[in-house]
């Protein structure tokens, strides 16, 4: 803030039409790269003296839909109803009443930056602002470039003098813009004032302006990656298997009217998922800052699910950043606990949001206005006779059952004899993951409710065998081998769309439907049988076993039944022996 000033002279205001004819912010081309075009002029004819009461259309271009757009004057015109002129200059605004006002800029011809820096931040002095709220939004551009969908024009009809325009309640970071407004003869050229009186007895103009606004729409956008950190949409690992991720992000370029700045990347894992500590990595513009540059860089802290990266103030501040938007990047992994993991359509979430300052100035706290948006990823593992998400107690959310350990069992009713399966427990079994060779072990339950059941949870996508290894007491071990194969279909949005278990040739598909928040509200299931046909159960894979033969033991009732039919076929053969040789001696 400044000492008052005196009225500027009509002089002054023929200087300051010049300036006033280019915006703070670059045009459409200068966002391109490209020299700037004049910007366009919005003429309104004035008829008589000037007065307070004249304005022009003033249209601010390229703003994201449903922002809202303020214009705040801190250069007012001067008018004299009394004199033949009636329009005499330009003036600085004033805060303040009488001898104690204070004028908002030194110079009405050419506010310096650092001027209107402080007038951007501070919200006391632009509430005592003669402002304009009344922006209107035109028609969203929903086509032409990507940069432009989304967003629409917004126009006011503004009074001569030099405007603040600030664009806040959106998720883009936009430079404040200096908007100038002003008179000229009707003869004279646009975007100049000419000199000497004005001529009230002459058409005059009074010309607004049509400008771009230039903004950082910072994105937070988490994926998961290969271990090369190539994207890749395989969201499926087994449990104590690495999860690699990766963060892209910005540092936004924040202009001069920004005296304090916030931006923060936080991540948060759940409790399926550990961060591995020493995998964290950041980069900047593709050079990863390490060492010395830390410490001016960003601060970092870190848990066992998550870590918290704060850019630091003088670095987001810095003569480069205020220059251009950085690109960040943060890289790390994590293991899925093999514990804890969620199975099937329970995922293993991670989310990253971004927090960034996104208007000029403090809250009434005396922190950076601030603006938030995450990105989730989702990582699966799999089961089998498992529920199919997580501990709910919906009616579709029963324990799976496709493997079933049975004795074989013969029962004749009525003079038929047929055989069925009768739940085992205690068999122990081994499915191998054909690709990567690892092992999962399982023994059939004993439990009443999943009594022959054999649960594999952690499992990856991929191709199995499954054999048994060992038979419970007294039963025959099933030596036959079979396939198993899991396979997975994901949403756009990462989540799980459907997975199915082979094994043996029966299919069976699990579907999900998810509500507005990603939650499953339902699992479908369709089986497809080796002949071809569906239905909408699930057919349980049977593993038979069968009772060995009885061998007698030791003393028992076995033995006895030996000896006495040997004894008996000792004491008939003697018989006959003796009644020979009788019959031979007579």
Request: net charge negative; no cysteine.
């Given at each position: 803030m400044k000492k008052m000033?005196?009225?500027?002279?009509?002089?002054?205001?023929?200087?300051?039409?010049?300036?006033?004819?280019?915006?703070?912010?670059?045009?459409?081309?200068?966002?391109?790269?490209?020299?700037?075009?004049?910007?366009?002029t919005n003429s309104t004819t004035i008829t008589g003296k000037p007065s307070a009461d004249d304005k022009a259309d003033v249209t601010i271009k390229n703003?994201?839909?449903?922002?809202?757009?303020?214009?705040?004057?801190?250069?007012?015109?001067?008018?004299?109803?009394?004199?033949?002129?009636?329009?005499k200059g330009y003036e600085s605004a004033k805060v303040g009443e009488g001898d104690a006002a204070i004028s908002?800029?030194?110079?009405?011809?050419?506010?310096?930056?650092e001027e209107i820096t402080d007038i951007a931040a501070d919200s006391s002095v632009l509430t005592a602002l003669t402002s304009e709220s009344g922006f209107t939004q035109g028609e969203v551009k929903t086509t032409g470039d990507a940069d432009e969908k989304g967003k629409a024009d917004y126009t006011a009809k503004l009074g001569a003098g030099y405007w603040l325009v600030l664009i806040t309640g959106t998720a883009d970071v936009y430079n404040p813009m200096l908007v100038g407004v002003y008179y000229a003869n009707a003869s004279g050229d646009n975007n100049t004032l000419e000199g000497g009186i004005l001529d009230s007895n002459s058409s005059f103009t009074i010309n607004g302006v049509d400008v771009y606004a230039k903004s950082t729409k910072p994105s937070v956008d988490k994926k998961i990656v290969d271990k090369n950190g190539n994207a890749t949409t395989d969201f499926d690992v087994a449990t104590e298997?690495?999860?690699?991720?990766?963060?892209?992000?910005v540092i936004p370029s924040y202009s001069e009217e920004y005296e304090n700045a916030t931006v923060k990347v936080k991540d948060e894992l759940s409790e399926g998922l550990t961060l591995n500590q020493d995998s964290v990595k950041v980069y900047v513009d593709n050079t990863e800052i390490t060492g010395e540059a830390i410490e001016k860089t960003y601060e970092i802290t870190k848990a066992a699910n998550g870590f918290t990266i704060t850019f630091k103030k003088d670095y987001i501040l810095?003569?480069?950043?205020?220059?251009?938007?950085r690109n960040v990047v943060v890289k790390y992994d994590a293991t899925l606990d093999k514990d804890k993991a969620g199975i099937n359509f329970d995922p293993n979430t991670n989310k990253a949001t971004l927090t960034y300052t996104n208007k000029p100035g403090t809250d009434a706290n005396g922190e950076p206005y601030t603006n938030e948006t995450e990105d989730i990823t989702y990582t699966y593992t799999f089961g089998i006779d498992?529920?199919?998400?997580?501990?709910?107690?919906?009616?579709w959310n029963t324990i799976t059952k496709e493997l079933l350990k049975g004795e074989v069992v013969s029962e004749t009713?009525?003079?038929?004899?047929?055989?069925?399966?009768?739940?085992?427990?205690?068999?122990?079994?081994?499915?191998?993951?054909?690709a990567t060779n690892k092992v999962y072990t399982s023994t059939s339950s004993n439990e009443e409710?999943?009594?022959?059941?054999?649960?594999?949870?952690?499992?990856?996508?991929?191709?199995?065998?499954?054999?048994?290894?060992?038979?419970?007491?007294?039963f025959s071990l099933n030596t036959k081998e079979y396939a198993v194969e899991i396979s997975a279909n994901y949403n756009e949005d990462g989540t799980l769309k459907d997975y199915t278990i082979t094994i043996d040739g029966v299919s069976t598909t699990y579907k999900a439907t998810y509500d507005e928040n990603k939650t499953v509200t339902g699992i479908q299931t369709e089986t497809q049988k080796e002949d071809g046909t569906t239905v909408t159960e699930i057919i349980t894979t049977e593993i038979p076993n069968t009772r060995l033969s009885s061998l007698p033991s030791t003393g028992g009732i076995g033995t006895t039944i030996f000896t006495i039919g040997g004894c008996a076929i000792m004491i008939i053969a003697a018989g006959l022996y003796f009644v020979s040789r009788r019959k031979s001696g007579k």
């Open positions: 000033k005196k009225i500027l002279g009509l002089v002054l205001a023929m200087a300051m039409v010049l300036g006033m004819s280019v915006t703070a912010l670059a045009d459409e081309n200068d966002q391109q790269g490209q020299t700037p075009a004049a910007p366009a703003v994201e839909a449903n922002a809202t757009v303020t214009a705040y004057r801190i250069v007012n015109p001067v008018y004299d109803a009394n004199s033949a002129e009636g329009f908002i800029v030194a110079t009405a011809k050419a506010p310096p930056a298997e690495t999860v690699y991720f990766q963060i892209d992000t810095s003569d480069e950043g205020r220059k251009t938007v498992v529920r199919p998400y997580g501990d709910s107690d919906a009616t009713v009525n003079g038929v004899t047929t055989t069925k399966i009768v739940p085992l427990g205690g068999a122990e079994f081994e499915l191998k993951n054909t409710e999943t009594k022959g059941y054999l649960s594999f949870k952690g499992l990856d996508a991929g191709s199995y065998t499954l054999k048994e290894t060992k038979a419970p007491e007294g």
